[in-house]
């Protein structure tokens, strides 16, 4: 089953009816996780899978009560590396293939999000031992079906105000209609927009591996970017419309992130929830250790690119198992620290006046702009091709060939971007309910349309693999 199926649906309109009729008492404990098993076992590739699933969720339960009963520092570092190596061995990664029966493992759906956040729940129990859930509530939070498969990624603190509610709930008119107008986007976003980007892409892709093609090249980067946005938002509203249904309001993870004019302000509009949780639980602890560490003014500007880059590097890190995503997250992390050095550089040569003066210029703000989608582009190369394939490109274009690609993208994204900001500023528009049921109309005449002229790609969402 894929979200974007009937079978979605018929799912959905069961739950959905399985939890109206059900007693308030029943739902939260019963009915909820009762319908994240069902979606387990159509989602995941095989009944093995969800045994798998299953067992990490008991590991986790198992973590918390160690961690609640001995919060002492030692425990805590010792429980939180048993988790991620578990985690890494069932994930198979290159790095893990000295393990015992490492790779033997069934294919998991959503196990990096489950990984995020069980991390949160751990280190929060950690400070407040009292906030420990028992079976059934940490079942719920790190498989719940409205994200398992590819996030928003919520704080146990807030999915557990929000399930207490469930008891409860009782959807309104306009709650409703809010749900079917964000699903209704969400499928047009998947089944139209990001279908027709893929074909783009995955054409793109193949004339720039079939030698060096610079245009081509920089069109697929741009086009799997744009192809990455459709497909994931759209994702994100058929979930978050999904889960209204249910009494849950999951976080948004996109603000339009294309209004974006520097790396570190992108990862703040884009997947949202990632990059929140890896500052709060990753780049604020490594910056606490560095000044803790080496307490110097001087250092303070090292230490924000130190712990940038680590926490970069660990984002690529978390999006894949091979040796490109190491190369990802690498990229990740030199983007972050150069941001931060111009950032600091520029701040101290200029003053915060003069900052805010150039930053207002149009030439200097389209100008960022289009060299932080640049960079961003090059950067998630290695989501789409493997190392072997970037290896042959590197030695297929050559320095020259490379740094011709990019120059085309950097025009591209100069000419265009001025347009696709100003649309994004005022998209969407806010309409009248009559008005709403109209614009869902068409896109669903759309679908209708696209699915029946054109042969969809199809395929798992893109961040489906993580």
Not at 108 to 132: C, E, F, N, W
Not at 182 to 195: N, Q
Not at 329 to 358: D, H
Request: aromatic share 16%; glycine share 6%; charged share 10%.
């Amino acid at each position: 089953m894929t979200i974007t199926s009937w079978s979605f649906i018929a799912f959905l309109a069961v739950s959905i009816l399985a939890f109206s009729l059900a007693p308030g008492r029943w739902r939260a404990n019963y009915v909820f996780p009762v319908t994240t098993i069902v979606f387990m076992l159509l989602v995941m590739p095989s009944l093995a899978a969800s045994l798998a699933v299953l067992g990490y969720v008991l590991l986790l339960w198992l973590a918390t009560i160690a961690i609640s009963k001995w919060p002492m520092r030692p425990v805590r570092t010792i429980v939180l590396s048993v988790v991620l190596i578990v985690f890494g061995w069932m994930k198979a990664y290159d790095f893990l293939a000295f393990l015992p029966l490492s790779g033997q493992v069934p294919v998991t759906i959503g196990l990096s999000y489950m990984l995020i956040r069980s991390m949160q729940l751990l280190v929060d129990i950690a400070d407040t031992p009292s906030l420990r859930p028992n079976f059934v509530q940490i079942f719920s939070f790190t498989t719940s079906w409205p994200s398992l498969i590819a996030g928003p990624i919520q704080r146990y603190q807030d999915f557990n105000g929000q399930v207490s509610t469930m008891e409860s709930f009782r959807p309104s008119t306009e709650v409703v209609f809010s749900a079917m107008m964000r699903m209704v986007k969400g499928f047009f976003f998947v089944l139209v927009l990001a279908d027709a980007t893929k074909h783009v892409w995955l054409g793109l892709q193949d004339i720039s591996l079939a030698g060096a093609y610079p245009i081509a090249l920089a069109g697929a980067q741009a086009a799997f970017l744009i192809h990455l946005f459709f497909d994931f938002s759209g994702y994100m509203h058929i979930v978050i419309g999904a889960a209204q249904l249910f009494g849950l309001q999951l976080p948004e993870n996109f603000e339009r992130p294309w209004q974006s004019k520097s790396f570190l302000e992108f990862w703040g509009r884009w997947h949202m929830t990632m990059s929140n949780w890896f500052k709060t639980y990753v780049f604020n602890a490594v910056l606490m250790v560095l000044v803790k560490r080496w307490p110097s003014a001087k250092l303070s500007d090292l230490h924000g690119v130190v712990a940038f880059f680590l926490t970069f590097f660990l984002v690529g890190l978390w999006h894949g198992t091979t040796w490109a995503f190491v190369l990802c997250g690498f990229l990740l992390g030199i983007g972050a620290s150069a941001n931060q050095v111009y950032r600091n550089g520029i701040r101290r040569k200029l003053g915060k006046k003069r900052l805010e003066m150039l930053a207002g210029r149009k030439l200097y703000s389209i100008a960022a702009a289009a060299l932080t989608f640049t960079y961003i582009c090059f950067s998630v190369i290695p989501l789409w091709l493997s190392i072997a394939q970037i290896r042959n490109v590197v030695i297929s274009y050559k320095l020259s060939g490379l740094i011709a690609a990019e120059v085309a993208l950097f025009v591209f994204l100069l000419v265009t971007l001025p347009g696709v900001q100003r649309l994004s500023r005022s998209w969407p528009p806010s309409l009248p309910r009559l008005q709403a049921a109209m614009v869902a109309g068409f896109q669903c005449a759309a679908i209708d349309a696209y699915v029946f002229l054109f042969p969809a790609i199809g395929g798992a969402f893109f961040y489906e693999q993580f």
